[in-house]
């Protein structure tokens, strides 16, 4: 693994709600930066408007994105979702995706309740920031 997800003692266990509180990369890693992901086909629709088929669609766009560097989730130190009408039902199936994908040691994350999105159809979007040593 290229980096340390660490959780310090002094702060609530965060992987239960699918984040880790600091994720540390080794000097002279590269760096890969996805923009946000989207729930979409590989013509740009949106797939369904059902919110957890947008999340598991816009991990598996993350995916391929990653892969096109040689890279997978294990390389993702950070993520940053944004949510349409945030609520705690959305949180859970968010938090279920990144355990299936992560398990023990998912990377830091930010959770952005956010107004709207590019179009409204879109309901969920997540960007990434991956290492490589």
Not at 41 to 70: M, P, T
Not at 99 to 125: D, Y
């Amino acid at each position: 693994m290229p980096h340390l997800a660490l959780n310090p003692a002094d702060l609530h266990d965060p992987t239960a709600f699918g984040y880790s509180h600091t994720v540390r990369i080794p000097a002279g890693s590269e760096l890969v930066f996805v923009s946000g992901q989207y729930g979409s086909k590989r013509d740009g629709a949106v797939i369904s408007a059902a919110f957890a088929e947008q999340v598991d669609r816009a991990f598996a766009n993350l995916g391929v994105a990653l892969a096109a560097h040689g890279l997978d989730s294990s390389h993702v130190v950070q993520l940053r979702t944004y949510v349409v009408g945030l609520d705690f039902d959305k949180l859970g199936v968010i938090a279920r995706t990144i355990a299936a994908r992560w398990q023990a040691e998912p990377p830091a994350q930010t959770v952005l309740g956010v107004a709207s999105l590019a179009t409204p159809e879109i309901h969920f979007e997540v960007e990434a920031i991956a290492a490589r040593s």
